[in-house]
Structure formats: structure tokens, C-alpha cells
């Protein structure tokens, strides 16, 4: 009788396991759902017709999980068959903790880069480009110290390269030609 309910207990404990890492972590759910607000599909794109939030957000088209976080998102990648997506960062971006790889290219993304971008702290690559983003490039981009690559070319940024970004010490490559920028270019 009793290695019955062992047995038993091992299932049922398997089952919780598996179901743990099965299921995202709402902090990145809700983050995600907020990121969707924001977004939309360019005329001929269904590149956000998966993002059905009944179902597991990691098998939406452009997210990649690993375990529980979200790791890697590659939002409107023509490679998808997307013409890209229009509307706003959302600020929430900057909850998804554990996110190493942040891309949005192409399309009409347009407003400002949100500063909670720079709360990402695992972000190796960012590739923001060829869409409609405006203002300065924001100083705190160099708190990323783990950010090798960054992407910001064919947009409208203003303003100067921030100092911040040439310490960034992982940094190889820096993308940010045609767009608006004036000033030197801070030592890498």
C-alpha cells in the first residue's frame, strides 16, 4: 500500500513540475499583453494573428522562452513573412527580466525608445530599426552592460550619442546611421 501512494505521489509531483515549467511567469504575461495592446499589423501582416493570450504566449510567432521568462523577442521579422507592425513601445517591455534579444524590424514603430528598456539588464542584442522612432537616444541604454549589439539605424533619432553607451563594455557592434544625430561620437 505504500509504494502505491509513493508511486503516486512521484506522479503527482512530476505533473506539478511539469505544469511549473509549462506555464509563463505572469510578471511576463501581463507584460506581453501590454506589448500587444500597443502593436498592430501593417496592411497585409498577420504577423500578431497568433497572439491569442488562451493559449501559451512562448508559440506566439517572435517569442522564445526558456522555462518560464521570456528570452528572446523578434517582433515583425519579414524573414516571418511580415511587412512589420505599427504603433508604440510600451513601457512594459522593460518587465520581461529575462530578455537577451529585443528586435523590431521592420516597420512604423514610431514615439520615443521608453526608458525601461534600460531596466533589461541580461539584453545582449537590440535592433530597432528601419521604422519611425523619434527623440534623443536615451542616456540610461548604458546601464545594458551585458549589450553587445546595438541597432538603431533608419530611424528618426535627435540629439547626440549618449557617453553612456561607449562604456558599455560588451559593446561590438553600434548601428545608427541615417537618422538625425549630431555631436561627436563618444570613445568606445
Not at 507584460?31 to 497568433?50: C, W, Y
Not at 518560464?68 to 512589420?84: E, F, H, I, M, Y
Request: charged residues 15%.
Amino acid at each position: 500500500m505504500h509504494v502505491v501512494s509513493y508511486a503516486l505521489f512521484l506522479v503527482a509531483l512530476f505533473q506539478c513540475r511539469f505544469l511549473a515549467f509549462a506555464i509563463l511567469d505572469p510578471i511576463d504575461f501581463l507584460a506581453l499583453q501590454s506589448i500587444r495592446k500597443s502593436l498592430h499589423d501593417l496592411p497585409g501582416s498577420n504577423f500578431l494573428a497568433s497572439w491569442d493570450f488562451t493559449s501559451d504566449p512562448c508559440n506566439f510567432a517572435g517569442v522564445y522562452c526558456a522555462s518560464d521568462k521570456v528570452v528572446a523577442l523578434n517582433l515583425g521579422d519579414p524573414r516571418a513573412g511580415s511587412p512589420g507592425l505599427t504603433g508604440r513601445i510600451d513601457s512594459a517591455i522593460g518587465k520581461l527580466s529575462a530578455l537577451a534579444e529585443l528586435s523590431i524590424v521592420p516597420g512604423r514603430i514610431y514615439g520615443s525608445l521608453p526608458e525601461s528598456i534600460s531596466q533589461l539588464k541580461g539584453l545582449r542584442f537590440l535592433a530597432i530599426s528601419r521604422n519611425f522612432i523619434s527623440g534623443n537616444i536615451p542616456v540610461t541604454l548604458g546601464r545594458l552592460r551585458r549589450l553587445k549589439t546595438l541597432d538603431l539605424s533608419y530611424n528618426q533619432l535627435t540629439g547626440g550619442i549618449p557617453r553612456s553607451i561607449g562604456t558599455l563594455p560588451e559593446l561590438t557592434n553600434v548601428i545608427l546611421c541615417h537618422n538625425h544625430l549630431s555631436g561627436s561620437v563618444p570613445p568606445f
